[in-house]
């Protein structure tokens, strides 16, 4: 048997990626020891009843001493601290990633904690679920999801080239682009979506209480799909929209000039307007079918599941 | 073998929802002949293809001709056509039924059509895919679904509760209130989802060509959620707005006003706000989940999909 890929992985933050990454790194054999912290003595106990992690010490900085990979998995807002706390303790030649959904203000928070011999990649697996903790956590979160890799400027490419194997050794396809990109493409494609789903989701629980009642009865129209979303983690998300603000306003700026247009035309019953805008909106979800990013089963076989209860 | 519930059933438009109720009448036995008329002759040929059909006369009139209940499946703004078209033509005791996504104004449009003689119960499955046409139907698709019917002041009470029955025979849990309620209710659950869906999609197809490719590969952050429901039938969604104008711009205002409170929490840091805002939204989730209305599996499954790729 050949050794693994990364002899001491530490993983600090134990919630559904923390937990997910060690899963998956113990399943697939790619490090010799996992090591995992988590600041929340219930959820190291935790930890430990689950049996994930071979060790699980006290603190984040015992986690990560001896550390080939270190990857921080808390919140956006948190991460300055856990540098803080871990950088003075990571060994010459380590690498120190993260798996937050913005990354210029990741950089920017963890960047001057880093000492000269080691290395930080930060990285973002586009992957997820709406629960939370260390229970969530599944080994097969990353297969087939993307995961970016967003080096800094001056970043060592055998550094990202080791961190970019251990992804795809989890099953992520990587891919690799700027910080300052990243938070641009995913504020249209995960940020303003979450954002839309908790504000309609908020919308409803506003109603009249009666109303309220009957909008859970009939989700199955559409509302349903948004309350998925509306249900991740309440404290990831309030740092995404602190972190990765000047673009969420920027693409939340277009969509509300576009919404103001397409209320416009319901107003005045301008069918066309409307006709034209549905049917060009369907190119774009037959080219997510065509790259593979969902599949063309109708309903994600909903109504199956429904007949089979 | 006792008789089957109708002896002659009449469906207008042989789309998704026309095709699935001859599939799932057929399939359950709930009619003695399944009629099945379309303006298109194209549709009308492919119908007899695929065989869910007793009988495909070359209008609707000759459909509607001795036939117990009749259901008009065309998108909202053409059944006051329809109706004019087969009004003449419903025998004394006919029930004239529909499957609108909007009941107010389809109550107005059919209602002067309808002679004395026959009695108009309007009807509304909360049940589709993205999909359109024949081939797209399947006798499944109202299984534990709502069917909302909504009768009008006056309405037979033997009439609405033999349509009732019949969807009840298809597998969908029937419920009843006013032609307006029904249309706040769908406003909020399904009308704005809707537009909002397809504002957001619109949004990324405007953006820079090469930002437009990135989002679809990333969709799966939780834009490709939205992309499933913006994909649905232009036509059929032009009409729903149209013809449902008053209560989806009032939903529609209260999504604004409160997107606009998001908005300001973000330009002005104010992360409390914010973690507030999402962590109420999760007991929505919580409701839906309860009620059956959605599994808790995370994700639908689709890790489980990707996976097996």
Known sequence: ????????????????????VARAVREKGLAGTVVVADRDAGV?????????????????????????????????????????????????????????SVKAAVVEQMAPHVPAHAHLVPAHPVAGTEFSGPDAGFA??????????????????????????????????????SPQHHDLVLAITS?????????????????????????IKFSAGGFRDF?????SDPTMWRDVFLYNREAVLEMLGRFTEDLTALQRAIRYGDGQTLFDHFTRTRA??????????????????????AAKK
Request: hydrophobic letters at 50%; proline letters at 5%; a negative charge.
């Open 284 to 305: 774009i979800r037959r080219s997510i079918i065509e790259q593979g990013q969902e599949t063309a089963a109708p309903d994600f076989g909903r109504h199956l599941v």
């Open 227 to 231: 309350t998925r979303i509306a249900a």
């Open 44 to 100: 190291r106990a935790r930890v430990r009843e689950l049996g994930f992690a071979d060790e699980v010490p006290e603190t984040a900085a015992e986690a990560v001493a001896d550390a080939d990979i270190v990857i921080v998995c808390v919140p956006v807002g948190a991460s300055g601290a856990v540098a803080a706390e871990i950088g003075p303790a990571l060994k010459p030649g380590a690498i120190l990633s993260d798996v937050g």
């Open 140 to 177: 097969s979160l990353f297969e087939n999801r993307w995961c970016i890799v967003t080096p800094v400027a001056d970043a060592d490419p055998a550094a990202v080239e080791r961190l970019s194997v251990l992804w795809s050794g989890m099953g992520a396809n990587v891919e690799t682009m």
């Open 191 to 215: 940020h303003l979506p979450h954002l839309i789903a908790y504000n309609i989701v908020g919308t409803a629980a506003d109603l009249e209480q009666t109303l309220t009642s009957e909008v």
């Open 1 to 20: 048997m050949s050794a693994p890929l990364v002899g001491r992985l530490a993983i600090i933050g134990a919630g559904l990626i923390g937990s997910s």
